[in-house]
């Protein structure tokens, strides 16, 4: 291989947990299941749209780290959106084939 060292298309899964999760997805999502769980044991309802909005925050914190093709998670590929739209990006000033160190090649 000419001294070269090719990194298998997994190498990031050894690194998370449960080859699925970093340490903020875990977190997030106990948040989400926490809250829901205080809010079922302190507030008591019988109406489905109650029940929906108690168990809004473990479900938003599930959508959140449900895992994506081509990205990590759908937090990762919100934050990739939003860092594409929102944030100031370089300028690229292309000028062209010929042009070389600060100056055009003869």
């Known amino acids: 291989m000419n001294g070269n060292y090719l990194i298998p298309a997994n190498s990031k899964k050894s690194e998370m947990i449960l080859g ?3 340490p903020v997805d875990l977190i997030l999502f106990l948040c989400g299941v926490g809250l829901t769980f205080i809010l079922i044991m302190a507030v008591h309802t019988n109406s489905f749209v109650g029940i929906i909005l108690l168990l809004l925050p473990a479900l938003i914190a599930s959508f ?3 895992p994506v093709p ?3 998670n759908v937090l990762q590929l919100i934050i990739n959106i939003y860092t594409f739209y929102f944030v100031r990006q370089r300028i690229y000033k292309w000028k062209g084939w010929c042009y070389k160190d600060g100056g055009s090649n003869k």
Request: aromatic share 34%; proline share 0%.
């Open 20 to 22: 699925m999760f970093t």
């Open 70 to 72: 081509n990205y990590h």
């Open 64 to 66: 959140l780290v449900f």
